[in-house]
T-cell receptor, first 111, second 114 residues
Framework: QQPVQSPQAVILREGEDAVINCSSSKALYSVHWYRQKHGEAPVFLMILLKGGEQKGHEKISASFNEKKQQSSLYLTASQLSYSGTYFCGTHTLYNFNKFYFGSGTKLNVKP | DAGVIQSPRHEVTEMGQEVTLRCKPI?????LFWYRQTMMRGLELLIYFNNNVPIDDSGMPEDRFSAKMPNASFSTLKIQPSEPRDSAVYFC????????????FGEGSRLTVL
């Protein structure tokens, strides 16, 4: 039930935009996004609870398409501090705590 | 407030030895999770507790792995005997049931089994 993320890796220059996708073969009941910097713990970015929901966090936003069973994370005007690995996660219908993370997308923002 | 605290941060041991990883969740959080992170398998949920009670341990790879939570402020993950394929970063995370599901992760324990 692990969600699939794409792309696996992205290299950007400062100021460029990126989109990270997260999809599942099974129904997504919520989508969480986390960022993990090298050698550190994952840090929560945002959660989308309803299909069609969109959220923003500074210049990082996300959308959730329940019908397509996918979510996208949008990073606009990227900054060096955005570098890290981004994970999406979701859970099963009847267990909000049995949480599955995607394989991650490594983002490298260069000057 | 202090975050989730894990120890040790790094552990190097030899195959066959017992390994004990420790976690102190954020005070007031009633869910505690153990995850394992490797390059090959990513972040895997091993086990989680609610109010100190193990709820789901289906992610524990083998009987060599065990976890306990004797009280609300302490949990252990034990591997006995350890094997080289257990080498990974083990994360503990906690959350409060009323929030929107945000997990607070500890800094992780990097285990190397030689």
């Amino acid at each position: 039930q692990q969600p699939v993320q794409s792309p696996q890796a992205v290299i950007l220059r400062e100021g460029e935009d990126a989109v990270i996708n997260c999809s599942s073969s099974k129904a997504l009941y919520s989508v969480h996004w986390y960022r993990q910097k090298h050698g550190e713990a994952p840090v929560f970015l945002m959660i989308l609870l309803k299909g069609g929901e969109q959220k923003g966090h500074e210049k990082i936003s996300a959308s959730f398409n329940e019908k397509k069973q996918q979510s996208s994370l949008y990073l606009t005007a990227s900054q060096l501090s955005y570098s890290g690995t981004y994970f999406c996660g979701t859970h099963t219908l009847y267990n909000f705590n049995k949480f599955y993370f995607g394989s991650g997308t490594k983002l490298n923002v260069k000057p | 407030d202090a975050g989730v605290i894990q120890s040790p941060r790094h552990e190097v041991t030899e195959m066959g030895q017992e390994v004990t990883l420790r976690c102190k969740p954020i005070s007031g959080h009633d869910y505690l999770f153990w995850y394992r992170q490797t390059m090959m398998r990513g972040l895997e949920l091993l086990i989680y507790f609610n109010n100190n009670v193990p709820i789901d341990d289906s992610g524990m790879p083998e009987d060599r792995f065990s976890a306990k939570m004797p009280n609300a402020s302490f949990s252990t993950l034990k591997i006995q005997p350890s094997e080289p394929r257990d080498s990974a970063v083990y994360f503990c995370a906690s959350r409060f049931f009323r929030n929107t599901g945000e997990l607070f992760f500890g800094e992780g324990s990097r285990l190397t089994v030689l």
